[in-house]
């Protein structure tokens, strides 16, 4: 009977189906950016794969790449560090 409700009347057998399911079994399902990236940083970080793969670097191990690129990030967006200048210290000889 279920078969044939399926084949003849898919939307009569959808009915009879939800209406058998506990209300604890139904499941939200969204898509989502992993790690917590909205969807524009995504996007953002798609285009930089995306250069990786153009630039064809060929036999380079994705360690080293990223490596290199992390590299590149600290020494481009480091921050100066500020000196600070201490007063000489007065140091007492040590007693003979």
């Known amino acids: ?20 399911l506990p209300r604890g079994v139904f ?9 917590g990236l909205t969807a524009d940083e995504y996007a ?17 191990p994705p360690a080293e790449l990223f490596a290199g690129i992390s590299t590149y990030l600290r020494s481009s967006f480091a921050r100066p560090v500020e000196m600070i200048e201490h007063a000489p210290l007065s140091v007492s000889p040590p007693p003979y």
Request: charged share 25%; hydrophobic share 50%; no cysteine.
């Open 27 to 35: 499941v939200q399902v969204a898509q989502a950016a992993p790690a």
């Open 44 to 60: 953002e970080l798609r285009e930089v794969f995306d250069a990786i793969q153009e630039a064809k670097l060929g036999d380079v």
């Open 1 to 20: 009977m279920l078969r044939h409700l399926a084949t003849e009347d898919p939307g009569k057998f959808a009915t009879i189906a939800f209406g058998l």
